[in-house]
């Protein structure tokens, strides 16, 4: 029997034996399959700038990554009443398993607050195994507060004890103006100005899963603060931020499930092409380091599975006035892709045949060893060793 279905089968008892003897009584089982790095090629990207050959801008994601895993070039998002093809929406596609798997809360300027309505992979997987929070994590860009909450749902059998820990930008500031306040011993200025600005970050967190911290997240920012100061000037910015933050927790927390969300694409929004084209080969070179770092360290080197795969797509349409939007429902917003490989997936394949986008989640769990119940999507059986 493989790995990827042995796991799956042991996660499968283990959940079962905890539901029957009840989860007070009995611990969940230790976590003993492989990594899973999820990462999201994010803020949209279309196939002819990825992995069309001649056209493509992330050259080592299509001619050194794919040949070691499985590439599905026709993945879709289903064209569906009331499916936007957007971010949080792509996201939770990826996370739960399902289309329409979230309920808007609310919004901030013109993004929407989605709250997952099922439980997402990382919920899944916590409730399954031992698994601390710390290691179940969330890699998010620093403008993007509102995918704060994509980390848990409200569905009352999973839930805030089972979320993923987010690590941030804002997360580090929260961190930063908190032990500013502690130690006390800046100027009044200062004082002032950490208190405003903790006032402003904290009024962004509805559910106020920001405010708890842990040992072990305090350790990991302020390791940041030592490393890179309180300038903000002297860490990198936008996509490259998050590989930097990604490479650091992989060495010094160790997720055992990280997914991370890439987002630049999207500053094409603001009509500029190359922003898009740029952003794409920053990601590739995000891609390169993650998994020389994967290659590498021992707690990851041949145990860990990448599954890399775009929220959503954009448009073909040239003559729009900005082209390379996304909301208007345009065929090519659903055209994406998506490459797994690692331990337990087929190397140097294509999977040629339309998959949906709601597929990895079922897949995900598969190689952990966890049920997706509640996945509409399939487990991609077929590209598992
Ligand atoms: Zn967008």
């Known amino acids: 029997m493989d790995i990827g279905r042995r796991a799956f089968n042991q996660g499968l008892a283990g959940a079962i034996a905890a539901g029957a003897m009840g989860r007070s009584a009995v611990a969940a089982p230790a976590y003993r399959g492989p990594n899973v790095v999820i990462v999201r090629f994010g803020g949209g990207v279309r196939r002819t700038e990825t992995?069309?050959?001649?056209?493509?801008?992330?050259?080592?994601f299509l001619n050194v990554l794919a040949?070691?895993?499985?590439?599905?070039?026709?993945?879709?998002?289903?064209?569906?009443q009331d499916v936007d093809t957007s971010h949080a929406e792509g996201t939770l596609n990826i996370l739960?398993?399902?289309?329409?798997?979230?309920?808007?809360?609310?919004?901030?300027?013109?993004?929407?607050?989605?709250?997952?309505?099922?439980?997402?992979?990382?919920?899944?997987?916590?409730k399954s195994f031992d698994i601390p929070a710390h290691q179940a994590l969330l890699i998010n860009g620093e403008d993007r507060p509102q995918e704060e909450y994509l980390t848990y749902g409200g569905h009352k059998h999973f839930g805030v004890s089972f979320r993923s820990e987010?690590?941030?930008?804002?997360?580090?500031?929260?961190?930063?103006?908190?032990?500013?306040?502690?130690?006390n011993k800046a100027s009044e200025d200062v004082l002032a100005d950490a208190r405003n600005q903790l006032d402003e970050l904290t009024a962004y967190d509805f559910r106020s899963s920001a405010r708890r911290s842990s040992a072990a997240m305090d350790r990991f920012w302020d390791n940041w603060r030592n490393q890179y100061g309180d300038t903000g000037l002297r860490?990198?910015?936008g996509d490259r931020l998050l590989t930097e933050l990604a490479v650091k927790a992989m060495r010094e927390l160790k997720p055992r499930l990280m997914m991370i969300n890439y987002q630049d694409p999207d500053y094409?929004?603001?009509?500029?092409?190359?922003?898009?084209?740029r952003a794409i080969a920053i990601i590739d070179q995000g891609l390169k380091r993650l998994v020389e770092t994967a290659d590498s360290e021992p707690a990851y080197r041949g145990q860990t599975v990448f599954v890399i795969v775009p929220d959503c797509g954009r448009d073909a349409n040239p003559l729009m006035s900005v082209p390379y939007q996304h909301h208007f429902n345009s065929r090519s917003a659903h055209e994406i892709f998506a490459l797994l490989l690692g331990p337990g997936i087929s190397a140097g394949k294509v999977l040629d045949k339309p998959v949906d986008q709601t597929s990895l989640a079922a897949t995900v769990g598969a190689v952990m060893g966890f049920p997706m119940r509640s996945a509409e999507g399939r487990v991609l059986s077929e590209l598992l060793t």
């Open 51 to 60: 992995i069309a050959d001649r056209t493509t801008y992330s050259p080592y």
């Open 67 to 80: 040949k070691r895993g499985t590439l599905i070039p026709n993945l879709t998002i289903a064209q569906l």
């Open 96 to 126: 739960t398993g399902r289309y329409r798997a979230y309920e808007k809360v609310g919004a901030q300027g013109l993004a929407p607050l989605l709250e997952p309505s099922e439980p997402t992979l990382f919920e899944a997987l916590r």
């Open 166 to 183: 987010v690590v941030s930008l804002f997360r580090y500031k929260l961190h930063k103006f908190r032990r500013i306040l502690e130690d």
């Open 235 to 237: 860490n990198p910015r």
């Open 268 to 277: 094409v929004h603001w009509g500029n092409a190359s922003h898009y084209t």
